[in-house]
């Protein structure tokens, strides 16, 4: 099945700071799904890209699914403490859930 | 807002013991699936559910594992004879509809420990 890499692993950012996290996929994707989870927590569902070349914005994040359709970004301005934890974008497979392996982002106030 | 529920929400056994772990999805939702989370590592998925049939499983899913919806509203996951490696997170998910567009709601996890 298809795979989804993430990077980086880890990004330690001081508050207001930028962020960003990619995901990449050797082969197309037909959607991308991006998650929340907060340290201990579960993954919340942010959103989902199922377009080309597609941007949708949610207040300080900003989500893009390459023209290829073969990546896609997370980008946050502005950072702050409660942004804090790991991002992970995932492949929805006919229900399964393919997931990278997330960015930690850690916030310094 | 309705919310995916799970017990335990911890639980240590023994190497080689059973565990049934309990979820209860959002109550107008037909598909059920379960992940897991090696502490530090990504989401697996385990196993999907519809209409008290499996609808996909992983390879993760072997012989030890089972799933069941044993009334209306509860869903389990059942580990058959413990391994050390299946210490980890243990995620319930549910959604309205199924396919590609369909939004997963996760509880809040069990998190298994053998010993």
């Known amino acids: 099945g298809q795979q989804v890499m993430q990077i980086p692993q880890y990004q330690h950012v001081q508050e207001g700071e930028d962020f960003t996290t990619y995901c990449n996929s050797s082969t197309t994707l037909s959607n991308i799904q991006w998650y929340k989870q907060r340290p201990g927590g579960h993954p919340v569902f942010l959103i989902q890209?199922?377009?080309?070349?597609e941007v949708k914005k949610q207040k300080r994040l900003t989500f893009q699914f390459g023209e290829a359709k073969k990546n896609s970004s997370l980008h946050i301005t502005a950072t702050q403490t409660t942004d804090v934890g790991t991002y992970f974008c995932a492949n929805n497979q006919g229900g399964k859930l393919i997931f990278g392996q997330g960015t930690e982002l850690s916030v310094k106030p | 807002e309705p919310e995916v529920t799970q017990t335990p929400s911890h639980q240590v056994t023994q190497m080689g013991q059973e565990v049934i772990l309990r979820c209860v999805p959002i109550s107008n939702h037909l598909y059920f699936y379960w992940y897991r989370q090696i502490l530090g590592q990504k989401v697996e998925f385990l196993v999907s559910f519809y209409n008290n049939e499996i609808s996909e499983k992983s390879e993760i899913f072997d012989d030890q594992f089972s799933v069941e919806r044993p009334d209306g509203s509860n869903f389990t996951l059942k580990i058959r004879s413990t391994k050390l490696e299946d210490s980890a997170m243990y995620f319930c998910?549910?959604?309205?509809?199924?396919?590609?567009?369909?939004?997963?709601?996760f509880g809040p996890g069990t998190r298994l420990l053998v010993l």
């Open positions: 890209l199922v377009k080309s070349g």
């Open positions: 998910a549910s959604s309205q509809t199924s396919g590609s567009g369909a939004t997963q709601y």
